[in-house]
Nanobody, 119 residues
Framework: QVQLVESGGGLVQTGGSLRLSCVVSGVTFSTTTVGWFRQAPGKERLYVGHITWIGSRTYYTDSVKGRFTISRDNAKNTVYLQMNSLKPEDTGVYYC????????????WGQGTQVTVSS
């Protein structure tokens, strides 16, 4: 059974930083791409970025480029989302999702962690 557990959310002021963690189990982590998504109140879930299992390449949506960094630690089955220079529009529930090798979609999702950026 694949499980993803996010942590690290909280309340932070504009310009502050947070680091989210996503621990993945039940899948071969070293060959799993992991993505981050966020959902603001009353809005659809949107893509934030992802890290591939081949070469740990990272990709980001334009609004977070230069501020957010995704990394992975295969020894800990964990992916991190370092968020700097946070803005109120970054507020939302952040989810991680797993796309195992051979899959073309994100098959498994975590329960989410709340990030609130106050102005």
């Amino acid at each position: 059974q694949v499980q993803l557990v996010e942590s690290g959310g909280g309340l932070v002021q504009t310009g502050g930083s947070l680091r989210l963690s996503c621990v993945v189990s039940g899948v071969t982590f070293s060959t799993t791409t992991v993505g981050w998504f966020r959902q603001a109140p009353g809005k659809e879930r949107l893509y934030v970025g992802h890290i591939t299992w081949i070469g740990s390449r990272t990709y980001y949506t334009d609004s977070v480029k230069g501020r957010f960094t995704i990394s992975r630690d295969n020894a800990k089955n964990t992916v991190y989302l370092q968020m700097n220079s946070l803005k109120p529009e970054d507020t939302g529930v952040y989810y991680c999702a797993a796309s195992p090798r051979g899959s073309s979609s994100y098959e498994n999702w975590g329960q989410g962690t709340q990030v609130t950026v106050s102005s």
